[in-house]
Nanobody, 112 residues
Framework: VQLVESGGGLVQPGGSLRLSCQAS????????MSWYRQAPGKERELVAR????????NYADSVKGRFTISRDNVKNTVYLQMNSLKLEDTAVYYC??????WGQGTQVTVSS
């Protein structure tokens, strides 16, 4: 079982990034998938969630209207499109599948 996040980086406030999470080792299209983030000194928090077929999504209030979660069940990949990034979005971002271990995460730094 493996979850490999990618796409993080350094971006200016107002910029955009697209995160990807490649899944393997389990039946990807049977599970909802989530993105979490953890900022320095803070607890890990849920950012967005998508159901197994991709037609239902939920977002934390802090990212509603700016982030979009999506998935490709052929590629076994979940995405997080992040627009209008703010300084407070700086964190390590993780994707998560139920009952599966965490991946290594990808660092997102929003800074001018």
């Amino acid at each position: 079982v493996q979850l490999v996040e990618s796409g993080g980086g350094l971006v200016q406030p107002g910029g955009s990034l697209r995160l990807s999470c490649q899944a393997s080792g389990f039946t990807f299209n049977s599970y909802f998938m989530s993105w979490y983030r953890q900022a320095p000194g803070k607890e890990r928090e849920l950012v967005a969630r998508i159901n197994s077929i991709g037609d239902t999504t939920n977002y934390a209030d802090s990212v509603k209207g700016r982030f979009t979660i999506s998935r490709d069940n052929v590629k076994n990949t979940v995405y997080l499109q992040m627009n209008s990034l703010k300084l407070e979005d700086t964190a390590v971002y993780y994707c998560k599948a139920p009952f599966r271990p965490w991946g290594q995460g990808t660092q997102v730094t929003v800074s001018s």
